[in-house]
């Protein structure tokens, strides 16, 4: 399970913030997962406590958010966000398409005291 | 450890090739700036950066309100960092580090059983005496597969990731100095065997290579659509066994198009050698 060092390198990078800007308290921690990230929700949720004990974030919420995967049409130019990543484009059926958000792995706020 | 790069010696480490006394630490490389016109994903191209990129945090006052919870003087900052910006600074700097030498990395990734080393055991004997290469292979346990590969090229350096399920960018920035010479062109590392977790973790190579056997679902790459999609290069391996099994191998093409269209594919079979020419001249391409 990759997610435990995943959420380990979370909150190192959310560690040197708190220490850096004298953070006194963490109430939530919003992060957005893509689709093609290669992160699952429930592992990293499962595995961020395990990472924050010991750390002021250990209280903390932890708020998953996912993005879907959207691909823009090289030909047509049309942007389509897709359940399976399936690189074709809807509209006019070209596979000449370029991923454009699903890659996601971000911590993307922090509500801090 | 090294006060300087911080890689440790330790024995989980297995090395052959060079004397490993012979450590020089001249060659680190712990700044970089960071260009965007570099080769990727095999097709020798520079990139519109669409990357991600760390950005300084930037923190604002939120004027949200607090219906939901009582926070006192609490306040959001927004973030937008990468949650492995740690791993991708290394690989960065490995990417930059290769590319100041003129070496080609790949990063090769399969299932547990695909021919990664079988693969690499006969691409090293056909490039002998042609192309200097090097390579890193991970492995839970074991140095077998460096056994396996000894001799075969300039040095094998086996990495036991003992709890891990992924080779990640540090491991690889501390042995980089070791595991290649003045005259290396083409390093190959054979990740652990597992299709979800490498994909997570850039190591600094120039691309990833995707292995599927016939000996596995024709819908692999429909089901770890992540490591499909990400790769550049996808090798179709065991083609012997096709006439033996029910497996279509149309159908795993047009599974492969699926997710990846653009994706560059091998079909061969590391026992035979069937297929295998046209792989050993794109290598060779590579690094001219």
Not at chain 1, 49 to 58: D, N, S, V
Not at chain 1, 65 to 73: A, G, M, N, S, T
Not at chain 2, 136 to 148: E, L, M, P
Request: with cysteine.
């Amino acid at each position: 399970m990759h997610e435990l060092s995943l959420a380990q390198s979370m909150v190192s990078e959310l560690v040197s913030y708190i220490e850096k800007n004298n953070v006194k308290k963490v109430h939530q921690v919003t992060i957005v997962i893509g689709k093609l990230s290669g992160a699952e929700k429930e592992p990293f949720e499962f595995a961020f406590p395990i990472a924050a004990e010991g750390t002021l974030l250990e209280t903390a919420e932890l708020v998953v958010e996912i993005q879907k995967v959207v691909i823009l049409c090289n030909e047509c130019r049309s942007e389509t966000t897709l359940d399976m990543p399936l690189m074709k484009c809807p509209s006019c059926s070209s596979r000449s398409v370029k991923i454009i958000k699903g890659k996601e792995f971000i911590i993307k706020s922090m509500e801090i005291e | 450890m090294c006060k300087d790069c911080g890689c440790q010696e330790g024995n989980e480490k297995k090395f052959f090739g060079h004397d490993r006394d012979i450590h020089n630490h001249d060659n680190h490389h712990h700044d970089h700036s960071h260009e965007h016109g570099h080769f990727h994903d095999g097709h020798w191209h520079s990139h519109d950066s669409d990357h991600e990129h760390n950005h300084p945090e930037g923190h604002h006052q939120h004027d949200h309100s607090h219906d939901n919870h009582i926070h006192g003087d609490s306040k959001t900052v927004m973030m937008e960092k990468n949650i492995l910006a740690k791993n991708d600074e290394y690989a960065h700097q490995n990417k930059h580090w290769l590319k100041d030498r003129g070496i080609v990395a790949v990063n090769i990734i399969s299932s547990p059983g695909s021919g990664k080393t079988t693969l690499l055991e006969k691409t090293l004997d056909a490039l002998k005496d042609k192309i200097n290469c090097s390579v890193i292979v991970g492995d839970q346990s074991t140095d077998n597969d460096a056994k396996r590969l000894m001799g075969k090229c300039d040095c094998v350096y086996q990495i036991e990731t003992k709890s891990s399920c992924h080779l990640d960018a540090k491991q690889i920035s501390e042995i980089l100095p070791q595991v290649v010479n003045d005259n290396t062109k083409l390093l190959f590392i054979e990740n652990v065997g597992n299709l979800i977790c490498p994909a997570a973790f850039e190591l600094g190579e120039d691309f990833k290579i995707v292995l599927l056997s016939s000996t596995e679902g024709e819908d692999k790459p429909v089901k770890y659509p992540v490591i499909f999609s990400d790769a550049s290069v996808a090798i179709i391996t065991k083609t012997d066994l096709i006439p033996h099994l029910d497996w279509d191998i149309k159908k795993c093409r047009n599974y492969i198009r699926q997710v990846n269209p653009g994706m560059y594919i091998f079909e061969l079979s590391s026992k035979t050698g069937e297929g295998m020419n046209s792989w050993l001249e794109y290598l060779a391409k590579l690094v001219e």
